[in-house]
């Protein structure tokens, strides 16, 4: 069985500032984990994903996470936050290699506020 | 390059009522395909899932259907909607491993 927490269900920076969205796992096998982000009536857009290559992962629009299996933890980060990252990210794990069920569980995601 | 559809973008239905929302993926073929509910302020369910075309797997009991009467097309349906059913819905796809990728969405306001 798999599991995702995002530690913090908002999040409220300044602008220019640093980013810090949590995400612990739990996770049966060696697992893919992924970062999406959600802006305001939007569909889920792929900011990153680390599928056992490099434990830090660079995405989108200068978000990295790491992944960190001793402490089973996947935070994404920015380092200097913008107006337009205000949106809903959700953390994502799977454990399944493929198949048809999606094989995914994502967590409740974290509302992300950019305050000017 | 992939893409995928979805429509209508926005959706007011009388409860009781049928509803029909479409996706279509390009540039890809054979992907598994899935529908997605979002309820306000909550997280995303998985509803139903294709692996192939006529192959529907159901997720959740619930008043909706799933079809795929083509490789690429995925169509949600219900011949009654409840006031329950109003959310916001995603269709997604995937092919090889484990990377999913969605659409705009479909917002449902049954009243």
């Known amino acids: 069985a798999q599991s995702v927490t995002q530690l913090d269900s908002h999040v409220s920076v300044s602008e220019g500032t640093p980013v810090l969205l949590r995400c612990n796992y739990s996770s049966s096998y060696s697992p893919s984990l992924f970062w999406y982000v959600q802006h305001p009536n939007k569909g889920l857009q792929l900011l990153l994903k680390?599928?056992?290559?490099?434990?830090l992962v660079k995405g989108i629009n200068g978000f990295e996470a790491e992944f960190k299996k001793s402490e089973t933890s996947f935070h994404l980060t920015k380092p200097s936050a913008h107006m337009s990252d205000a949106a809903e990210y959700f953390c994502v794990v799977s454990d399944l290699p493929g198949g048809g069920a999606d094989g995914l569980t994502f967590g409740k995601g974290t509302h992300l506020i950019i305050q000017p | 390059s992939q893409t995928i559809h979805q429509w209508p973008a926005t959706l007011v239905q009388p409860v009781g009522s049928p509803l029909s929302l479409e996706c279509t993926v390009e540039?890809?073929?054979?992907?598994?395909l899935y529908w997605y509910r979002q309820a306000a302020g909550r997280g995303l369910q998985l509803l139903f899932y294709s692996v192939g075309i006529g192959q529907i797997s159901s997720e959740v009991p619930q008043n909706l259907s799933a079809s795929r009467p083509q490789d690429r097309q995925f169509i949600l349906s219900s011949k009654k909607l409840l006031l329950s059913d109003s959310g916001f819905y995603l269709c997604a796809w995937k092919v090889s491993g484990n990377t999913i990728y969605f659409g705009e969405g479909s917002w449902l306001t049954v009243v």
């Open positions: 680390y599928t056992s290559a490099a434990t």
């Open positions: 540039g890809t073929s054979n992907p598994n």
